[in-house]
């Protein structure tokens, strides 16, 4: 369990470090397609480790009596879901389209999935 979370700990240093260095070295307006591609997909690859450790240690902190084993996999999946709605308003703030609803739309969207996967105990 330990070790699991080691990993996850250094994809988030590695997903942190990659989205400054495209930060810093490529520029949106000179870029095409691959530069944005690359902030996106860095932009996930640091924030679904972040609000994994993050939901963990949450979950660990509300729930003292319980076995910390089974909390890994719904902190991942929440983790995954939120990064997800971050890199969508993103990339919806990028066309300039990213409206109050629109937000809370994919919010919503990600909820419905999450309690899909709640009632199923996956």
Not at 18 to 27: A, D, E, M, N
Not at 34 to 60: E, N, V
Not at 113 to 121: P, Q, R, T
Request: charged share 10%; proline share 2%.
């Amino acid at each position: 369990m330990n070790h699991l979370l080691f990993i996850i700990f250094i994809a988030a240093i590695l997903g942190w470090g990659s989205l400054g260095v495209i930060l810093t070295k490529i520029s949106p307006y000179t870029s095409h397609l691959f530069g944005l591609l690359f902030f996106y997909i860095s932009l996930f690859i640091a924030l679904s480790p972040t609000f994994t450790i993050i939901s963990y240690l949450i979950r660990i902190c509300l729930n003292k009596k319980e076995i910390y084993f089974s909390h890994i996999n719904t902190s991942f999946r929440q983790g995954t879901l939120l990064a997800i709605i971050v890199c969508i308003c993103f990339f919806f703030q990028s066309l300039r389209v990213l409206t109050w609803w629109n937000g809370s739309l994919v919010l919503f969207l990600a909820l419905f999935i999450e309690l899909y996967f709640m009632s199923k105990d996956i």
